[in-house]
């Protein structure tokens, strides 16, 4: 055996694709593969040292996996589970984040970012999941920027991990978990499914499939999704599911904020952004949460180039003096201000409520959306009937404010006055909207809008 063979290291096992800083060590690895046929950078984080605590190698190596992704203009993949930065790398390692993180800000919106959390992340790697287009969470992830034991020094409240920040918590609360996934395998199944739906990168165009179903034929169970009694709810989600493309629907965030509804589908082979007021929840009404929720998922559209359609039932703003001091005005023009951002595609479709100011920040018109259109169930007023009458007729007695009631619902919560004023484009037959949908975005397809030349717009945070 000669000197050279003792000397050289065991052979290792390169995934396909490039491998790139194969012989750094650390606890990160990258190299491009293939997800159901698409390449990607994958950056994946091990728990070989340290419980696979980051150090400036790691960041070097995150860093350069996102800068290989804007080089590539090919989407990038984090499958993460760190326990922080590498304690005893002191200043370095904080260092090292550091410079992974400005990597992923660099290449937020030009391609795809998605993170798959398959154990901890804790402290400043935890941060970049905010960076991150989409997180999915396994059941054995958690993050947190402080941990239990640091919370309840200063709080005196004591919590587990999971607890404090485990994947339900995130699914349900923080709003950072889109998808509960099973596993890893799971996770990276789910990715690339994401992945049909969008393009490489933000200057290419959404990938079209093949669609099979004719997109002229009428469907009847629209006429009936909406419950004749204005007060009763139903699920907004058998509407979005019904003008899609098999009727399939991949729901973005289902359990946070549920009283909107964020969703990718297809109509006609072509990928659309679904946002839509969920009724079954608070009646659709729009809180903090789900204005940064809409507008979150309203800027992920535009930035990949897909058409947002919006579907439309809600009574206004949730009140409440809490929501108030925490910023309601601030949070709710978020949604506002992507929207009139939004250079893609826009379609609107007013099911049943469209009131006040949530009727604007929903895609209305005056927001510069390219078609809208409207049940003859809708009603677009900037109150209901028995608010604008307890306004109006103050002294009105109550037998006589039931006619008054009735009266202004019959003049002004239809979509006719609308329509009459060019805010509605065409108030259609529900069993239309499929093919209404498919011959707006057909038609918007090659629209092309540019935001005048700035800095960065300040903006809503």
């Known amino acids: 055996m000669t000197v050279e063979q003792v000397d050289a290291p065991a052979p290792e096992r390169v995934p396909a694709g490039p491998a790139v800083r194969r012989r750094v060590r650390g606890n990160v690895a990258m190299a491009v593969e293939e997800l159901a046929g698409q390449p990607v950078v994958v950056a994946r984080s091990t728990s070989i040292e340290r419980r696979g ?71 400043g790697p935890a941060l970049m999941l905010g960076i991150a287009d989409v997180v999915l969470m396994t059941p054995d992830a958690f993050a947190f920027v402080s941990g239990p034991r640091m919370v309840e020094d200063f709080t005196g409240i004591t919590l587990g991990i999971h607890q404090l920040g485990g994947t339900a918590v995130h699914a349900r609360s923080s709003g950072l978990c889109a998808l509960e996934v099973a596993d890893e395998a799971d996770a990276l199944a789910h990715i690339a499914y994401l992945l049909s739906f969008l393009p490489a990168n933000s200057d290419e165009e959404p990938p079209l499939v093949a669609c099979g179903e004719p997109l002229d034929e009428p469907v009847p169970s629209l006429r009936t ?19 899609c493309d098999d009727r399939e629907l991949l729901e973005l965030a289902p359990r946070w904020s549920s ?14 952004g679904f946002l839509a007021n969920q009724p079954q929840t608070l009646a659709g009404t729009l ?79 005056g927001l510069g959306n390219d078609l809208c259109y409207a049940w003859p169930s809708a009603e677009i007023a900037v109150m209901g009937a028995q608010g ?60 092309r809008e540019h935001l005048p030349g700035r800095k960065h717009a300040l903006g809503p945070l």
């Open 225 to 243: 999704a909406i419950p004749d009694r204005a007060t009763s709810s139903y699920d907004v989600r058998t509407v979005a599911a019904a003008v």
């Open 259 to 272: 009283q909107l509804v964020t969703a990718l589908g297809r109509v006609g082979g072509r990928p659309v």
């Open 53 to 123: 605590a980051l150090s400036i190698d790691d960041g070097a190596t995150l860093a350069t996996a996102a800068e290989l992704a804007m080089e590539l203009r090919i989407p990038l993949v984090l499958v993460l589970a760190s326990s922080g930065a590498d304690v005893s790398g002191g200043i370095e390692s904080l260092h090292g984040w550091g410079r992974a993180a400005r990597a992923f800000a660099a290449a937020s919106g030009s391609v795809p970012i998605l993170a798959a959390v398959t154990g901890p992340a804790i402290s």
């Open 388 to 447: 604008a009458v307890q306004i109006l007729y103050r002294k009105a007695s109550p037998g006589e404010r039931q006619g008054l009631q009735d009266d202004y619902t019959n003049r002004f919560l239809t979509p006719w006055q609308a329509a009459e004023r060019g805010f509605v484009d065409a108030v259609i037959d529900p069993a239309d909207t499929r093919s209404a949908l498919a011959a707006a975005l057909g038609a918007l397809c090659t629209e």
């Open 287 to 365: 809180d903090i949460a789900a204005s940064q929720k809409g507008a979150r998922f309203v800027r992920f559209c535009d930035a990949f180039n897909l058409p947002l359609v919006t579907l439309v039932d809600t009574p206004g703003f949730l009140p409440g003096k809490d929501l108030e001091w925490r910023g309601m005005i601030r949070h709710g023009a978020e949604l506002a201000f992507a929207y009139a951002e939004a250079t893609v595609p826009r379609v609107c479709v007013i099911l049943r409520k469209a009131f006040g100011g949530a009727y604007i920040v929903m895609d209305s018109k």
